[in-house]
């Protein structure tokens, strides 16, 4: 089934999100309070929602922003495959958003015919988006607006829901499937956890797209990898804006 599927109509994913304000501190009295409430239902015997708020705040879309959302696709030149990969990054959540919204909007505007594919997208990606968009008055792309319909009609393919096999007792990160499937990866790569300290302490937004648009990448690699296929070789793979090949 997996290898009946056209990977030319379909767009790989992924997010980059962090806290909507740097510290617990910065939030409203209002949101102070409301972090509070959510930190007692994360962790019971945490007394200290401050620090809580600077690990977990932004896997929250209430309490969280979108930064970065890089895209690739895949194209076929002289009966190779190659990805080109794009990304949305600006501390302006409404601007990646809007941009993201674009390219879905005029491109990828067909749920029966196209998709999108990422890691853990059901659970955490998609929802996300979504309500963020919602937040700033964005209407949802049709790709991305589920409401109401059955899970057949819902183009969306994920690569830990695959891995699952019907399986819903644990989560599979990305990194692990990779080194799995011996997938080449980064060693000098930031993680997940590290996204928000290297966005408010170091400011460095351009190191979380570099780090998002290798989560891309290897969401790509790992289908081949699903499909029997070989994978993809760094002259294989370009970056929008970047001159040189990836």
Known sequence: MLNQLKLKNALFFDIECVPTVEKFEDLTPEFQELWALKAKRIDKENENPAALYSQKAGIYAEFGKVICISAGILVSEGGSPKLRITSFADDNEKKVLEGFKTLLDKYFNQPGKHLLVGHN????????????????????????????????????????ELWKFGDYKNYTSLRLLAALFDIPTPKDDIDGSQVASVYYDDGDLERIRIYCQKDVLTVVQLIRKYRGESLLDETEVTIAGEEHQA
């Not at 968009?133 to 964005?138: D, F, K, N, P």
């Open 121 to 160: 997208i059901k659970e955490f990606d998609i929802p996300y988006v979504c309500r963020r968009m919602l937040v700033h008055g964005i209407q949802l792309p049709a790709i991305i607006d589920i409401a109401g319909k059955k899970p057949w009609e819902i183009a969306h393919l994920d690569t830990l």
